[in-house]
Every structure is written in structure tokens, then in C-alpha cells.
């Protein structure tokens, strides 16, 4: 038995650190938490997608009385612009939340759906997609690719033919 290690690079910045374009791309995701509908979590999550045709595109999370068929922020956002924009690359994904009743001063991390389909349209675009992840006192924990939020991914790799 061998232990093995791998890394995983991140970026820590405040955000006033943050290009211009950054700053908006994070106020875009803030100004989506407001429109979230979270009745049951109270936990309102913002997605803002920058394309590569410098399109903004929103999300929030979508919640359901039958809980699994709401829908995270991330993939609010990622799946209007995959269905409107199918050809245009996706450059960055900002995320930022907001809740009366948690505790959030930390980044919101990404769930593992959210991660895989992050994962998906990195691959099919063959361009790393950079995800800012924003918290309430404006720390921001950047990866410059999904891999680093999903190491040991499953991918289309792996569903080839022979
Ligand atoms: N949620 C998101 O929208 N994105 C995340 O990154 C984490 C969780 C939503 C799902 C649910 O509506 C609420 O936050 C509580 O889990």
C-alpha cells in the first residue's frame, strides 16, 4: 500500500481585491439571493455565470414542498445558460448566500451535484471554468478550475466505448 497526496489550489481574496468585472459578477450573484425561493430552508443562495460572449446570467435556488425537486443556485444558472447559449463557454461562476436564520460568514461551498454539473461543462468546453465563492464578509475562496472542487471527477472518460 502506497499513500499518494494531490493538491488543490485555491485563491484567497477580500473583494475589493477583485477586478472590476469580478466585483460585478459577485454583485450579480448577491442581487439573485434576493429573488431566491427558499420558504423551507430560509437559506437563499445567488449564481451568477459570466460567458465568454460577456453575457450575465442569474440563478437562484428554486425550493419544492416535496424537497428533492427543488433546485440549487448553480444549477438554476448553469442549465439557462447551457439551454440559451449551448455553444458559448462559460469563463466564471460567482456564488454567494445570505440567510436570516444560519450562520453563513463563510463561503457557501457548492454541493456535489452542483460541483458534477460544473464538472460537466468544463469538460464539454475544454476550458476551465473559474468559480468564486463569496461570503457575507467579503471573503472570497477562488479555484481557477471545478477540478479543484472535484478531484477524482467522473467523466466522459470513463463512458467511452471500446
Ligand atoms: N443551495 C444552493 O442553492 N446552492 C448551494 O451551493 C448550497 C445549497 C440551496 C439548496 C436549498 O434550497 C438550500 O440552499 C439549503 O440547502
Known amino acids: 500500500m ?3 497526496k494531490i ?7 477580500h473583494f475589493n481585491e477583485l477586478d472590476e468585472a469580478e466585483q460585478q459578477l459577485i454583485n450579480m450573484a448577491k442581487s439573485a439571493y434576493s429573488n431566491a ?3 423551507y430552508s430560509g437559506f437563499l443562495v445567488g449564481a451568477a455565470v459570466l460567458l465568454e460572449n460577456d453575457k450575465i446570467i442569474s440563478g437562484n ?3 419544492n414542498v416535496a424537497y428533492p425537486s427543488g433546485l440549487c443556485a448553480e444549477r438554476v444558472a448553469l442549465y439557462y445558460a447551457g439551454a440559451n447559449y449551448p455553444n458559448v463557454k462559460v469563463n466564471t461562476i460567482a456564488i454567494s448566500a445570505k ?3 444560519y450562520d453563513i460568514t463563510d463561503v457557501v ?7 458534477q454539473v460544473m464538472a460537466e461543462y468544463q469538460q464539454k468546453q475544454h476550458k476551465n ?5 463569496h461570503s ?4 472570497v475562496l477562488i479555484a481557477n478550475s471545478v477540478e479543484d472542487l472535484l478531484p477524482f471527477m467522473f467523466n466522459s472518460e470513463q463512458l467511452r466505448k471500446f
Do not use: H, M
Not at 109 to 115: D, V, Y
Not at 136 to 139: G, L, Y
Open 61 to 63: 435556488n428554486q425550493e
Open 37 to 39: 425561493y427558499a420558504p
Open 7 to 13: 493538491n488543490l489550489t485555491f485563491l484567497k481574496a
Open 136 to 139: 457575507s464578509n467579503n471573503k
Open 129 to 133: 471554468i473559474r468559480v468564486l465563492l
Open 109 to 115: 461551498s457548492p454541493c456535489g451535484a452542483c460541483r
Open 99 to 101: 440567510s436570516k436564520t
Open 2 to 4: 502506497k499513500e499518494e
